[in-house]
């Protein structure tokens, strides 16, 4: 593959160094040299004039939904996807997501085994869109997860596999590491329709059981955690990336700090329904509830993040409210106005360490020789006005893997699929009275 030579633009190295104007050669598959004055070697070598514009990593998205096909609903979500038509939209999906400027993501838990095929199908070519760690189903006790008596008591449905007990916990994890789990996901809280917010579902011992046997296989374990406890109880189990970790006490920010697991408060979608639910025409009981929880959960969240703690940028994309291609750096912006941190720190959490929590520190995530060319070109100063990541008409170029994207073709669209969504028969009882009176 011929070199691209990036001259004069200011680079973000995604380390959390200033901004420092440089010329970036990208040569086949990767970066390989950063600094003044770089001159290609090859003699067809494109030259593209940076100038005035920021080099920048892609951008590593660690909790998306890609093969769960936008629902507007956990009835849609469990009932209405079909395992083939479900893994063509994935695709479809995922290529908005790169073309947003996401190089790489974690797609933490989804339908049937697409995960895995689908990051397959990109590594091969087949698929456009960014790298992928993949999870498959999300473990839970039949107790269940966030779509409360839609779980069954055991078997699949959704993106829930039901673990009644220990040695189940133990087949499961196994057998979706030989199935090409990279992770395995817990739903260490869950809903129940008769009780307020999510309950912790997992005993410490049960939770320790799928840790021990994912690690003994080098498979990272992730938890969904929305309290304290769950937080806490996840952390010391050795629970490698703790998400959501909602209203974390004294106890819990400990546990995290002393286990030195990472943190990915996913705070998009929350911010999402709570700042433009009404736009979409969301139910608006929740908005008050998840900005509460932003704010008190930020809190901590800065805590952990002064006390050494590795902070994740995930934006749970893949439902209708965070849909694929649109959302992913908002994390970033919210790092900045709700935990306080600077845009280059922000940016740090959004590239350098979701290269960390995907463990490909090595490979990707920071613009540097030797590194894998995931590379974007930004119009604007996103170290000023991190907003300017979200807008993808800033966008200049985009390289995944040395590959030079198309981002001048259509955005892509599709019309809807046949039975995709649920469709209310009516929105209030017709009774006599509604006629009539
Ligand atoms: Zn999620």
């Known amino acids: 593959m011929a070199q691209v030579l990036l001259r004069g633009g200011t680079v973000i190295d995604g380390s959390g160094a200033p901004p420092s104007v440089a010329d970036v050669l990208l040569d086949g598959d990767l970066i390989a040299a950063v600094g003044e004055s770089v001159i290609p070697d090859a003699a067809d070598a494109a030259v593209f ?3 005035g514009l920021t080099v920048m ?24 996807r079909q395992p083939a038509l479900a893994a063509l939209l994935a695709g479809f999906n995922l290529g908005k ?11 933490v838990d989804g339908l049937f085994n697409i995960g895995p095929a689908l990051r ?30 839609m779980i069954p008591d055991e078997g699949t449905a959704g993106y829930a596999e039901v673990t009644r007990n220990r040695d189940e916990m133990v087949a499961a994890t196994r057998r979706q590491i030989k ?51 769950s937080t806490r109880d996840a952390a010391r189990a050795g629970v490698d990336i703790i998400y ?5 006490d004294e106890e819990a920010l400990e546990a995290v700090v002393e286990s ?115 590379v974007l070109v930004i119009d604007g100063d996103p170290a000023r006005d991190i907003t300017v990541l979200g807008d993808k008409s800033r966008l200049r170029r985009l390289f995944w893997q040395g590959r030079d994207v198309d981002l001048d073709r259509p955005w892509p669209r599709r019309s809807p699929l046949p039975g995709e969504r649920v469709m209310p028969w009516a929105e209030t009882p017709l009774t006599w009275d509604l006629a009539y009176r």
């Not at 790298?131 to 008596?149: D, I, P, Q």
């Not at 959501?244 to 974390?248: F, L, Q, T, V």
Request: glycine content about 12%; charged content about 20%; some cysteine.
């Open 244 to 248: 959501h970790a909602s209203y974390m």
């Open 179 to 229: 199935e090409g789990a990279d992770l395995i996901k817990i739903h260490v809280t869950g809903s129940v329709p008769t009780r307020r917010g999510e309950l912790q579902v997992w005993t410490p011992d049960e939770l320790r059981t799928v840790v021990d046997t994912a690690h003994d296989l080098q498979t990272p374990v992730v938890a969904h955690c929305r309290n304290a406890t």
């Open 49 to 51: 004039d940076a100038t």
């Open 97 to 107: 997501v790169l073309r947003a400027g996401v190089t790489s993501i974690m797609d």
């Open 260 to 374: 030195g697991a990472i943190l990915g408060p996913v705070f998009t979608f929350l911010a999402n329904l709570a700042d433009f639910g009404p736009k979409a025409g969301a139910t608006p009981s929740a908005q008050d509830v998840f900005r509460d929880e932003i704010e008190n959960t930020g809190a901590m969240v800065r805590r952990a993040y002064d006390a050494g703690v590795t902070l994740i940028c995930g934006s749970e994309s893949g439902f209708i409210i965070t849909p694929c291609g649109h959302w992913h750096a908002r994390e970033m912006q919210i790092f900045v106005d709700v935990l306080g941190l600077t845009p280059l720190e922000a940016i740090t959490c959004g590239t350098l360490n979701g290269a960390v929590a995907m463990g490909e520190k090595d490979l990707t995530g920071t613009i540097e020789a030797g590194k894998r060319a995931d």
């Open 57 to 80: 990593p892609g951008l590593i998205d660690t909790h998306t939904h890609v093969t769960l096909g936008e629902p507007a609903s956990n009835d849609e979500l469990f009932f209405h």
């Open 120 to 149: 397959e199908a990109v590594a091969a070519g087949i698929v456009e869109g960014p790298h992928m760690k993949s999870g498959l189903y999300a473990l839970m006790t039949a107790v269940g997860g966030t779509a409360g008596r």
